[in-house]
C-alpha cells in the first residue's frame, strides 16, 4: 500500500514572502507599471505588480514578471573598461572609475573648448530625456536625441501638429466606455498593461474591437475583426473610410466648427507668398467666413459658419474655409474604396462596411455622461456628450516613410467623427493636449566652444526660420534632423548619425558617446554597414569616428566597439525620475509622474548612468552643473531630480513640491520629495476632476487648472488643425518664398511632401526601384514577451523566443513551392539573409514577416555561440538599407520625409529557398564576440531560489 | 496505485477559469508563475542550459500559439495549460508511492517530493501534459496552485490568489471553488458556456475555458439616410454649401 503523500507532505501556508519589500518602477520595457519587489536577504525574491499604481493597477507583464532573471543576468557588466586592442577585437582592459571619468572628461572637454558640436550624444531607450537633453545643451552641442526617430516620431509629430496629443504617449482609447476601437498596425505596444487590461474591458462590455495589422498576432489574435491590410497602405485605408464619411455626410459638423480649424479661412493664391496661409485679422486671429457677417474672427461664439465656399475678403485676397479644401482632397477618386482595395488588400465593400459601422456608432449611438462642464467660451453645458468610437495606432503606421500624413490623416477621421477626446473616443493623457505646436523652435543654431545652447534641443519647428541649417541648407545636425531632409525630425534621426558621422557629412565628429542604444546589432537598420563605420579608419590607420564611448548595463554586441565602456546598473540598482519634464505617467485620468528607487545593491562595480552623466558635467564645468567657484552642484542623481529647476519652481518631478510639500506642478524644491514618493509607492497622480475629464482643449476649468500647475503657458482652446500651416510654409518656401529655402536637390521633394493636408503615396524606397523583382513587404514584430525588454540575457525570457523564423502565408508558399521549416534567403535591394520558414494563416498573402531583434550575434549578452539565438535566429534589419535607393545628389535616408522616422516597413524582398547543405544556421553570420574580462561563468543548470520552503 | 480521497458532495474544488476570449499570449502567468514558485513550496524550478542551446527548464504554466481555422476567418489562439486538478486524476492512482496525492480539503493535486521517486508513470499518465519532471532534483513538480500564496496569511486578502491569477493584464484568469455553483466562478463559467477539456476522457478537471465570444454584430445601420446617394451627386460638395453651423 503505497504511503499517504498528504499527510507527510511539509507544507508552509503562511511563510512570509520576503523579509522587506519595496517600491519601484519597473523598466522591463517602456510601459513604466508600479512594482513590489520583495527581497529575502538582500536577493529578489517576487516582483509583482503594485495594486495601487495608476497604470498597471497590480497586474504585471510577462516581461515585468521576469525582471529576476534580467537583474541576475551573467551578462551584466562588471567594471570600466578600455579598449586595448581593434575595435570590435573585444580586447579591453578593466579600469578604475577615476580612470574612467578622466578620460572621458579629456575627450568631451578639448570638444567643448573647440567645437562642441563635434560630440554627438544619443541616448537609446532612454527615460531620463530631460536630463540627457539638458546636459546636451550645457555641454554645447545641437547632436543630441534619443531612440524616437527611429521608433515613434511619425506618430509623435503626427499628433502633436494636430490635436495637440498623440497616440500611446499623449494620449489613450477611453477603455471605460468606447463602444467601438480600431487599431493600426499595433501588435503590442509601449502601454503594455493599459492596453490589455483594456481590450479586455472592452470586451466583457461588447464593444467591437477592428485590428489593422498585415499579421494576425497579439492584439489582433483577439479582436472581433481582423483586417490583414498590405504594409504602408494604412493611409490610403483611412482616406478612403474619410471620403466615405464625407459622401454619406457622416460627419459631425458642430465639432468640427466647435474645436478644429475647419472653418478657417484659407488664402488661394497660387504662386503668391500668402498662398496656403490662413487669412488673418489685423491682430493676427484667423478668419473664418460667417454666414450673416462675412469674415469674423474664428474665434468669435457667436460664429454661424460656412463651410464650403469660395469668397473674397475685402482686401480682395480670395479664401476657401479648410473644410472646403479638405472634402474636395478625399472626395477624389483616387480615394475611392474601388481605386483603393486592391492595393490594400481588402474588398471596396468591406471598406464601405467599416465606415458605415464606425458612423453607426457615432452618431446613432452617443454616448452621454451626465457630467456638467464649462466651455472656453464660458458656456455651461450640462452634460457631456461623445462619439464612443475610438482609435489607437503605432509602429506599423509609424514605420513607414508615409507614416507622418497616414498619422495625420487618422486624426483627421477622428475629427469628423467628433471622436476626439470626448467619452466613449480617444483621450489626451495629462499633462496633454498642448499648443500646436507647443514650445519655440529647437535650439542648436549658434553652437560655440564653452557655451550652453539655450532652449530645448529637440524642439517644434513652425516653418523654414526654425531649421537648422546653414544658409544653403547644410544641416547643422549630424542626423540632418530639423533640416529640410526632415523639418518636423521632432526626436532626431539616430539611425543616419553613425553613418554620417562616418562619411563626414556634413562633419566629421570627434567623439561618439551613446547610452543604452544596441547600435552595432538590433538597433541599427543594416548592422554590417554600422559596424563598418564604427571601424571605419583614415589613411593614417586612425578612426574615422575618434572616439566612442558607450553606457549599457550588459555586454550588448555595441560593447566591443567602444572605446571606453561606462558600465551601468540595473532598473533595480538605481534612482531614475519618470519626469514631467519628458514623457510623464499621466493617463487621461490625470497627470502623474514617477521614480525609481535603488532596491538592491549592485554587487560590480558599476555606477547609474545619470549619476555619471552629472558628475562628467561638473567635471566639464558645465554652468548647470556647478556652483559659482566650480564645485559640483548635485552630489547625486536624487539631489539633482529634488533640487534642479528647470523655471522657477518647475523640476524634474511635479509631485510634493514647496517646502512643506504640500505643492502640485509648481512650487520649491522639498527636500522630502523623494521620501514623500517613496511613501506614496514611487508615484504621484494628480486625479482630474469629472468636470475636468473630457474635451480639455476647449474645457476652461481643465486648461485654467493646467496653466496654474504649469502644464501649458496660457489657457487658450487648442484647436485642431486638419490644415497644417507650418508644414504650408515650408511647401512656400520650397516654392520659392521667404528667405530660407530648400536648395535645389530637395526643392520638389519638400514641396511634394510637405502638404497642409495629408495625401497617401507609395512608400519612398518603393517609389525609387524597382520592386518587381521583390514582391513580398517584409515587417517585423516585437513578441509581447520581449517588447522593449532589451535582451535575451534573460533565462526564462529565451526560452520563451530563442530564436525566430520567417512567416509567410501558408497559400502564398505552396504557390511558390516553398515547404514549413524549409531554409530560405531573403534578399532585398540591399542585401540577403538566411532563415527558417514557417507558414501560417494569419498573415497578408504579399507580406512575410519575423519576430524583431531575437537573434543575436554569437558571443554577445554571455550566451554560448551554439545558441538558438545566433544559430538560426535573424534579424531582418540585415536587409534593410539606412539610405534611398542611390539618387542623382546627395544621398537621403531611408525615412519619412517630414520627420525622418526611420522606414523599417517600407522593405520589399523576394524568398527563395536555399541550396542544399545551405540549411541550418542563419548567414550573415558575423564572428563570434569575445566577453570582456571578468564577466562571470554561466551556469548549465539555474537553480533560482531565494527562500523556497523545501529546498 | 495510490488512492482518492472519497468524493463528498459540496466539496471544494479550487481551480481556474482560463478566459481564451481575452488571453493576448503575453506569457505573463507564464513567468510570474515561474518566478513565484521557483522560491516557493516546490523550489526550485530549474533550467537547463540557461545561456546556451537547449535552452529548457520548469514550468508549471506554458502558452501555446496555434491557429484554428484557415484564412481570414481563422483565429490566433494563445491557449494556457497548466494542471487542471482534475477530480479523478489519473496522475495520482498511477503513483507507486503516494507521493501524488489529491486533497480532500480543496481538491488540489500536489506531489510530496519527499516520496517521490522520479519514476514519471504520472506524466505519462496524464493526457493534459501538465506535469514538470525536475531532473536535477531527479523528482516531479507540478502546478500547487500556488497553496502557499492562496492560505498566506502574510499576504493582504485581495492577493490570496494563484501568482497567474492577479498578474493577468487581460483578465483572462479566474480563480475560486468550482464545487460551489454559488460563487463567482461557477457563475462565470456558466454565464459564457466554460467547458473542461476532453471530458471524454473522464478524469474530470476542475479547471474551465471559456471560449471566444462571439464578435459583436456592429449593427451598421442604414448609414445613407442623409440624402440621395453619392452616384446620384454631381458634386457631394454642395450639400455643405447651405449647410450653417454655429457653435
Given at each position: 500500500?503505497p504511503?499517504?503523500g498528504?499527510?507527510?507532505?511539509?507544507?508552509?501556508?503562511?511563510a512570509?514572502?520576503?523579509?522587506e519589500?519595496k517600491t519601484?518602477?519597473?523598466?522591463?520595457?517602456?510601459?513604466r507599471?508600479?512594482?513590489?519587489v520583495?527581497?529575502?536577504?538582500?536577493?529578489v525574491r517576487?516582483?509583482?505588480g503594485?495594486?495601487?499604481h495608476p497604470?498597471?493597477?497590480?497586474?504585471l507583464c510577462?516581461?515585468?514578471?521576469a525582471?529576476?532573471?534580467?537583474q541576475?543576468?551573467?551578462?551584466?557588466l562588471?567594471?570600466p573598461l578600455?579598449?586595448?586592442?581593434?575595435?570590435?577585437?573585444?580586447?579591453?582592459?578593466?579600469?578604475s572609475?577615476?580612470?574612467?571619468m578622466e578620460?572621458?572628461?579629456g575627450?568631451l572637454?578639448?570638444?567643448?573648448?573647440?567645437d562642441?558640436?563635434k560630440?554627438?550624444?544619443?541616448?537609446?531607450?532612454?527615460?531620463?530625456q530631460?536630463?540627457?537633453?539638458?546636459w546636451?545643451a550645457?555641454?554645447?552641442?545641437?547632436?543630441?536625441?534619443?531612440?524616437?526617430?527611429f521608433?515613434?516620431v511619425n506618430?509623435?509629430?503626427?499628433?502633436?501638429?494636430?490635436?495637440?496629443?498623440?497616440?500611446w504617449?499623449?494620449?489613450?482609447?477611453?477603455?471605460?466606455?468606447?463602444?467601438y476601437?480600431?487599431?493600426?498596425?499595433?501588435?503590442?505596444?509601449?502601454?503594455?498593461n493599459?492596453?490589455?487590461?483594456?481590450l479586455a474591458?472592452?470586451?466583457q462590455?461588447?464593444?467591437?474591437?477592428v485590428?489593422?495589422?498585415?499579421?494576425?498576432?497579439?492584439?489582433s489574435a483577439?479582436?472581433?475583426?481582423?483586417?490583414?491590410i498590405?504594409?504602408?497602405?494604412?493611409?490610403l485605408f483611412?482616406?478612403?473610410?474619410?471620403?466615405?464619411?464625407?459622401?454619406?455626410?457622416?460627419v459631425d459638423?458642430?465639432?468640427l466648427?466647435?474645436?478644429?480649424?475647419a472653418?478657417?479661412?484659407?488664402?488661394?493664391n497660387?504662386?503668391?507668398?500668402?498662398d496656403?496661409?490662413?487669412?488673418?485679422?489685423?491682430?493676427?486671429?484667423?478668419?473664418?467666413?460667417?454666414?450673416?457677417?462675412?469674415a469674423?474672427?474664428?474665434d468669435?461664439?457667436?460664429?454661424s459658419a460656412?463651410l464650403v465656399?469660395?469668397f473674397t475678403?475685402?482686401?480682395?485676397?480670395?479664401?476657401q474655409?479648410?473644410f472646403?479644401l479638405?472634402?474636395?482632397?478625399?472626395?477624389?477618386?483616387?480615394?475611392?474604396?474601388?481605386?483603393?482595395?486592391?492595393?490594400?488588400?481588402?474588398?471596396?465593400?468591406?471598406?464601405?462596411r467599416?465606415?458605415?459601422?464606425?458612423?453607426?456608432?457615432?452618431f446613432?449611438?452617443?454616448?452621454?455622461?451626465d457630467?456638467p462642464?464649462?466651455?472656453?467660451?464660458?458656456r455651461?453645458?450640462?452634460?457631456m456628450?461623445?462619439?464612443?468610437?475610438?482609435?489607437?495606432?503605432?509602429?506599423g503606421?509609424?514605420a513607414?516613410?508615409?507614416g507622418?500624413?497616414?498619422?495625420?490623416?487618422l486624426?483627421?477621421?477622428?475629427?469628423l467623427?467628433?471622436?476626439?477626446d470626448?467619452?466613449?473616443?480617444?483621450?489626451?493623457?495629462?499633462?496633454?493636449?498642448?499648443p500646436?505646436?507647443?514650445?519655440?523652435?529647437?535650439?542648436g543654431?549658434g553652437?560655440?566652444?564653452?557655451?550652453p545652447l539655450?532652449?530645448?534641443?529637440?524642439?517644434?519647428?513652425?516653418?523654414?526660420d526654425?531649421?537648422l541649417?546653414?544658409?544653403?541648407?547644410?544641416?547643422l545636425?549630424?542626423?540632418?534632423s530639423?533640416?529640410?531632409?526632415?523639418?518636423l525630425?521632432?526626436?532626431?534621426?539616430?539611425?543616419?548619425?553613425?553613418?554620417?558621422?562616418?562619411?563626414?557629412?556634413?562633419y566629421?565628429?570627434?567623439?561618439l558617446f551613446m547610452?543604452?542604444?544596441?547600435m552595432?546589432?538590433?538597433?541599427?537598420?543594416?548592422?554590417?554597414?554600422?559596424?563598418?563605420?564604427?571601424?571605419?579608419?583614415?589613411?593614417?590607420?586612425?578612426?574615422v569616428?575618434p572616439?566612442?564611448?558607450?553606457s549599457?548595463?550588459?555586454?550588448?554586441?555595441?560593447?566591443p566597439?567602444?572605446d571606453?565602456?561606462l558600465p551601468?546598473?540595473?532598473?533595480?540598482e538605481?534612482?531614475?525620475?519618470?519626469?514631467?519634464?519628458?514623457?510623464?505617467?499621466g493617463?487621461?485620468?490625470?497627470p502623474?509622474?514617477?521614480?525609481?528607487?535603488?532596491?538592491i545593491?549592485?554587487?560590480?562595480?558599476?555606477?547609474?548612468?545619470?549619476?555619471?552623466?552629472?558628475e562628467?558635467?561638473?567635471?566639464?564645468?558645465?554652468?548647470?552643473?556647478?556652483?559659482?567657484?566650480?564645485s559640483?552642484k548635485?552630489k547625486?542623481?536624487?539631489?539633482?531630480?529634488?533640487?534642479?529647476q528647470?523655471?522657477?519652481?518647475?523640476?524634474?518631478?511635479?509631485?510634493?513640491?514647496?517646502?512643506?510639500?504640500?505643492?502640485k506642478?509648481?512650487?520649491?524644491?522639498?527636500?522630502?520629495q523623494?521620501?514623500?514618493?517613496?511613501?506614496?509607492g514611487?508615484?504621484?497622480?494628480?486625479?482630474?476632476a469629472?468636470?475636468?475629464s473630457?474635451?480639455?482643449?476647449?474645457?476652461?476649468?481643465?486648461?485654467?487648472?493646467?496653466?496654474a500647475?504649469g502644464?501649458?503657458?496660457?489657457?487658450n482652446?487648442?484647436?485642431?488643425?486638419?490644415?497644417?500651416?507650418?508644414?504650408q510654409?515650408?511647401?512656400l518656401?520650397?516654392?520659392?518664398h521667404?528667405?530660407?529655402?530648400?536648395?535645389?536637390?530637395?526643392?520638389?521633394?519638400?514641396r511634394?511632401?510637405?502638404?497642409?493636408?495629408?495625401?497617401?503615396?507609395?512608400?519612398l524606397?518603393?517609389?525609387?526601384?524597382?520592386?518587381?523583382?521583390?514582391?513580398?513587404?517584409?515587417?517585423?514584430?516585437?513578441?509581447?514577451?520581449?517588447?522593449?525588454s532589451?535582451g535575451?540575457m534573460n533565462?526564462w525570457l529565451?526560452?520563451i523566443h530563442?530564436?525566430?523564423?520567417?512567416?509567410?502565408?501558408?497559400e502564398?508558399?505552396i504557390?511558390e513551392?516553398?515547404?514549413?521549416?524549409?531554409?530560405v534567403w531573403?534578399?532585398?535591394?540591399?542585401g540577403?539573409?538566411?532563415a527558417q520558414?514557417?507558414?501560417m494563416?494569419?498573415?497578408n498573402?504579399?507580406?512575410?514577416?519575423?519576430?524583431?531583434?531575437?537573434?543575436?550575434?554569437a558571443g554577445?549578452?554571455?550566451l554560448?555561440?551554439?545558441a538558438?539565438e545566433a544559430?538560426?535566429?535573424f534579424?531582418l534589419n540585415?536587409?534593410?538599407?539606412e539610405?534611398?535607393?542611390?539618387?542623382?545628389?546627395?544621398?537621403?535616408?531611408?525615412?519619412?520625409?517630414?520627420?525622418?522616422q526611420?522606414?523599417?516597413?517600407d522593405?520589399?524582398?523576394?524568398?527563395?529557398?536555399?541550396?542544399?547543405?545551405?540549411e541550418?544556421?542563419?548567414?550573415?553570420?558575423?564572428?563570434?564576440?569575445?566577453?570582456p574580462?571578468?564577466?562571470p561563468?554561466?551556469?548549465?543548470?539555474?537553480?533560482?531560489?531565494?527562500?523556497?520552503q523545501?529546498p | 496505485?495510490?488512492?482518492?480521497p472519497?468524493a463528498?458532495?459540496?466539496?471544494?474544488?479550487?481551480?481556474?477559469?482560463?478566459?481564451?476570449?481575452?488571453?493576448?499570449?503575453?506569457?505573463?502567468?507564464?513567468t510570474?508563475c515561474?518566478?513565484?514558485n521557483t522560491?516557493?513550496?516546490?523550489?526550485?524550478?530549474?533550467d537547463h542550459?540557461?545561456?546556451s542551446?537547449?535552452?529548457?527548464?520548469?514550468?508549471?504554466?506554458?502558452?501555446?500559439?496555434?491557429?484554428?481555422?484557415?484564412?481570414?476567418?481563422?483565429?490566433?489562439?494563445?491557449?494556457?495549460r497548466?494542471c487542471?486538478?482534475?477530480?479523478?486524476?489519473?496522475?495520482?492512482?498511477?503513483?507507486p508511492?503516494?507521493?501524488?496525492?489529491?486533497?480532500?480539503?480543496?481538491g488540489i493535486?500536489?506531489?510530496?517530493?519527499?516520496?517521490?521517486?522520479?519514476?514519471?508513470?504520472?506524466?505519462?499518465?496524464?493526457p493534459?501534459?501538465?506535469?514538470?519532471?525536475?531532473d536535477?532534483?531527479?523528482?516531479m513538480?507540478?502546478?500547487?496552485?500556488?497553496?502557499?500564496?492562496i492560505?498566506?496569511?502574510?499576504?493582504?486578502e485581495p492577493?490570496?490568489?494563484?501568482?497567474?491569477?492577479?498578474?493577468?493584464p487581460?483578465?483572462a484568469?479566474?480563480?475560486?471553488?468550482?464545487?460551489?455553483?454559488?460563487?463567482?466562478?461557477?457563475?462565470?463559467v456558466?454565464?459564457?458556456g466554460g467547458y473542461?477539456l476532453m471530458?471524454?476522457?473522464?478524469y474530470?478537471p476542475?479547471?474551465?475555458?471559456?471560449?471566444?465570444?462571439?464578435a459583436?454584430?456592429?449593427?451598421?445601420?442604414?448609414?445613407?439616410d442623409?440624402g440621395?446617394?453619392?452616384?446620384q451627386i454631381?458634386?457631394p460638395?454642395l450639400?455643405?454649401?447651405?449647410?450653417?453651423?454655429?457653435?
Amino acid at each position: 500500500m503505497p504511503a499517504d503523500g498528504g499527510s507527510t507532505d511539509r507544507i508552509v501556508y503562511s511563510a512570509p514572502i520576503g523579509d522587506e519589500v519595496k517600491t519601484t518602477t519597473c523598466y522591463m520595457c517602456a510601459c513604466r507599471c508600479g512594482i513590489r519587489v520583495h527581497l529575502k536577504d538582500g536577493r529578489v525574491r517576487y516582483i509583482e505588480g503594485n495594486p495601487d499604481h495608476p497604470v498597471n493597477k497590480g497586474v504585471l507583464c510577462g516581461k515585468g514578471s521576469a525582471g529576476i532573471m534580467t537583474q541576475y543576468s551573467p551578462a551584466r557588466l562588471q567594471a570600466p573598461l578600455k579598449r586595448v586592442g581593434p575595435r570590435g577585437s573585444g580586447e579591453y582592459a578593466e579600469i578604475s572609475w577615476e580612470e574612467a571619468m578622466e578620460t572621458a572628461t579629456g575627450w568631451l572637454k578639448h570638444v567643448r573648448e573647440t567645437d562642441p558640436k563635434k560630440l554627438a550624444f544619443f541616448t537609446g531607450r532612454d527615460q531620463s530625456q530631460s536630463l540627457t537633453g539638458f546636459w546636451a545643451a550645457q555641454f554645447g552641442t545641437p547632436n543630441f536625441a534619443a531612440h524616437g526617430g527611429f521608433c515613434s516620431v511619425n506618430m509623435a509629430a503626427g499628433g502633436l501638429y494636430t490635436i495637440g496629443g498623440s497616440f500611446w504617449e499623449f494620449g489613450e482609447p477611453d477603455w471605460e466606455h468606447a463602444k467601438y476601437l480600431m487599431i493600426f498596425g499595433v501588435a503590442e505596444d509601449h502601454d503594455s498593461n493599459p492596453i490589455k487590461t483594456g481590450l479586455a474591458a472592452l470586451k466583457q462590455r461588447g464593444s467591437k474591437i477592428v485590428s489593422v495589422n498585415p499579421v494576425r498576432t497579439g492584439y489582433s489574435a483577439i479582436a472581433d475583426e481582423w483586417v490583414g491590410i498590405r504594409p504602408g497602405t494604412d493611409g490610403l485605408f483611412v482616406m478612403s473610410l474619410i471620403r466615405e464619411l464625407i459622401l454619406t455626410d457622416r460627419v459631425d459638423g458642430e465639432f468640427l466648427v466647435r474645436y478644429t480649424n475647419a472653418p478657417w479661412l484659407v488664402v488661394r493664391n497660387p504662386g503668391g507668398a500668402d498662398d496656403g496661409l490662413f487669412a488673418r485679422d489685423a491682430d493676427g486671429k484667423p478668419l473664418a467666413w460667417d454666414r450673416a457677417r462675412g469674415a469674423i474672427p474664428a474665434d468669435d461664439v457667436t460664429l454661424s459658419a460656412v463651410l464650403v465656399g469660395d469668397f473674397t475678403l475685402e482686401d480682395g485676397r480670395r479664401v476657401q474655409p479648410v473644410f472646403n479644401l479638405m472634402a474636395e482632397r478625399y472626395l477624389s477618386a483616387d480615394y475611392a474604396p474601388e481605386a483603393v482595395a486592391e492595393r490594400c488588400g481588402m474588398t471596396a465593400e468591406r471598406i464601405r462596411r467599416l465606415a458605415a459601422e464606425i458612423a453607426d456608432i457615432a452618431f446613432n449611438h452617443p454616448l452621454t455622461l451626465d457630467i456638467p462642464w464649462t466651455d472656453v467660451w464660458g458656456r455651461k453645458h450640462d452634460k457631456m456628450v461623445g462619439r464612443p468610437v475610438a482609435f489607437h495606432a503605432m509602429r506599423g503606421i509609424s514605420a513607414h516613410s508615409n507614416g507622418f500624413h497616414t498619422c495625420r490623416a487618422l486624426h483627421i477621421l477622428q475629427m469628423l467623427l467628433g471622436a476626439v477626446d470626448t467619452p466613449g473616443s480617444w483621450r489626451y493623457k495629462s499633462p496633454f493636449p498642448r499648443p500646436i505646436p507647443p514650445g519655440p523652435g529647437p535650439a542648436g543654431k549658434g553652437a560655440k566652444p564653452n557655451t550652453p545652447l539655450t532652449g530645448n534641443i529637440l524642439s517644434f519647428t513652425h516653418g523654414p526660420d526654425d531649421l537648422l541649417v546653414e544658409d544653403d541648407g547644410t544641416p547643422l545636425r549630424i542626423d540632418h534632423s530639423f533640416s529640410w531632409e526632415a523639418p518636423l525630425g521632432l526626436h532626431g534621426m539616430m539611425h543616419t548619425v553613425i553613418g554620417n558621422a562616418e562619411k563626414g557629412d556634413p562633419y566629421k565628429i570627434d567623439t561618439l558617446f551613446m547610452f543604452m542604444a544596441n547600435m552595432a546589432w538590433n538597433s541599427a537598420m543594416n548592422p554590417m554597414e554600422t559596424i563598418r563605420c564604427l571601424t571605419a579608419q583614415d589613411a593614417n590607420g586612425d578612426y574615422v569616428i575618434p572616439h566612442v564611448i558607450y553606457s549599457d548595463a550588459y555586454f550588448s554586441e555595441t560593447v566591443p566597439y567602444a572605446d571606453l565602456i561606462l558600465p551601468d546598473t540595473t532598473y533595480l540598482e538605481r534612482w531614475d525620475a519618470i519626469s514631467i519634464l519628458d514623457r510623464p505617467i499621466g493617463s487621461s485620468h490625470g497627470p502623474g509622474d514617477a521614480i525609481r528607487q535603488p532596491v538592491i545593491k549592485p554587487d560590480r562595480d558599476v555606477r547609474p548612468f545619470q549619476e555619471v552623466l552629472i558628475e562628467l558635467g561638473a567635471r566639464l564645468g558645465l554652468p548647470a552643473f556647478v556652483k559659482e567657484g566650480g564645485s559640483p552642484k548635485f552630489k547625486d542623481y536624487p539631489d539633482y531630480i529634488v533640487n534642479h529647476q528647470r523655471m522657477p519652481g518647475v523640476g524634474p518631478l511635479a509631485g510634493w513640491r514647496g517646502e512643506d510639500g504640500t505643492k502640485k506642478g509648481v512650487g520649491e524644491p522639498n527636500k522630502d520629495q523623494l521620501q514623500r514618493y517613496i511613501d506614496n509607492g514611487c508615484f504621484w497622480r494628480h486625479n482630474l476632476a469629472p468636470e475636468e475629464s473630457y474635451f480639455k482643449h476647449a474645457n476652461a476649468t481643465y486648461l485654467a487648472n493646467a496653466k496654474a500647475m504649469g502644464m501649458m503657458g496660457n489657457s487658450n482652446q487648442i484647436v485642431l488643425q486638419i490644415w497644417s500651416e507650418p508644414l504650408q510654409k515650408f511647401r512656400l518656401a520650397a516654392e520659392g518664398h521667404g528667405a530660407k529655402q530648400p536648395p535645389a536637390h530637395l526643392r520638389e521633394r519638400v514641396r511634394t511632401y510637405c502638404d497642409p493636408l495629408p495625401f497617401w503615396y507609395a512608400p519612398l524606397e518603393q517609389q525609387q526601384h524597382d520592386t518587381d523583382p521583390f514582391p513580398l513587404s517584409a515587417v517585423t514584430q516585437r513578441p509581447m514577451a520581449m517588447y522593449h525588454s532589451w535582451g535575451s540575457m534573460n533565462a526564462w525570457l529565451r526560452q520563451i523566443h530563442g530564436s525566430n523564423k520567417l512567416y509567410m502565408s501558408r497559400e502564398r508558399a505552396i504557390a511558390e513551392g516553398l515547404a514549413q521549416d524549409d531554409w530560405v534567403w531573403v534578399e532585398s535591394r540591399s542585401g540577403r539573409v538566411k532563415a527558417q520558414l514557417s507558414l501560417m494563416e494569419g498573415v497578408n498573402r504579399d507580406t512575410v514577416w519575423t519576430w524583431n531583434a531575437i537573434g543575436k550575434r554569437a558571443g554577445a549578452w554571455m550566451l554560448t555561440p551554439d545558441a538558438a539565438e545566433a544559430q538560426r535566429g535573424f534579424l531582418l534589419n540585415h536587409v534593410i538599407s539606412e539610405w534611398l535607393p542611390a539618387q542623382t545628389g546627395p544621398r537621403m535616408a531611408n525615412a519619412d520625409p517630414i520627420t525622418g522616422q526611420a522606414a523599417w516597413y517600407d522593405l520589399r524582398v523576394k524568398v527563395s529557398k536555399c541550396a542544399p547543405g545551405e540549411e541550418g544556421v542563419t548567414d550573415p553570420f558575423p564572428t563570434m564576440l569575445d566577453p570582456p574580462p571578468d564577466m562571470p561563468a554561466t551556469p548549465d543548470i539555474l537553480r533560482y531560489n531565494e527562500g523556497g520552503q523545501k529546498p | 496505485m495510490t488512492s482518492l480521497p472519497a468524493a463528498q458532495p459540496g466539496a471544494k474544488k479550487l481551480g481556474l477559469v482560463i478566459d481564451l476570449d481575452t488571453c493576448v499570449g503575453c506569457q505573463a502567468c507564464a513567468t510570474n508563475c515561474k518566478e513565484w514558485n521557483t522560491s516557493g513550496h516546490m523550489a526550485p524550478l530549474p533550467d537547463h542550459n540557461p545561456y546556451s542551446a537547449g535552452q529548457e527548464g520548469v514550468w508549471f504554466n506554458r502558452v501555446h500559439s496555434y491557429e484554428a481555422g484557415d484564412g481570414e476567418e481563422g483565429r490566433t489562439v494563445h491557449f494556457p495549460r497548466s494542471c487542471l486538478h482534475c477530480e479523478t486524476p489519473a496522475c495520482v492512482t498511477v503513483c507507486p508511492t503516494g507521493a501524488s496525492y489529491k486533497r480532500a480539503e480543496d481538491g488540489i493535486v500536489l506531489v510530496n517530493t519527499d516520496i517521490c521517486i522520479g519514476c514519471q508513470l504520472c506524466a505519462w499518465a496524464c493526457p493534459y501534459g501538465a506535469r514538470e519532471f525536475d531532473d536535477d532534483a531527479g523528482v516531479m513538480k507540478k502546478c500547487t496552485l500556488c497553496v502557499d500564496r492562496i492560505y498566506n496569511e502574510t499576504i493582504p486578502e485581495p492577493q490570496r490568489q494563484p501568482a497567474c491569477v492577479t498578474t493577468c493584464p487581460a483578465n483572462a484568469r479566474h480563480f475560486g471553488d468550482l464545487g460551489d455553483p454559488s460563487s463567482a466562478v461557477s457563475q462565470l463559467v456558466a454565464e459564457r458556456g466554460g467547458y473542461e477539456l476532453m471530458p471524454e476522457l473522464g478524469y474530470k478537471p476542475v479547471n474551465r475555458y471559456l471560449p471566444p465570444r462571439r464578435a459583436p454584430k456592429a449593427d451598421a445601420g442604414p448609414p445613407r439616410d442623409a440624402g440621395p446617394l453619392p452616384s446620384q451627386i454631381t458634386n457631394p460638395l454642395l450639400r455643405w454649401v447651405d449647410k450653417v453651423l454655429s457653435r
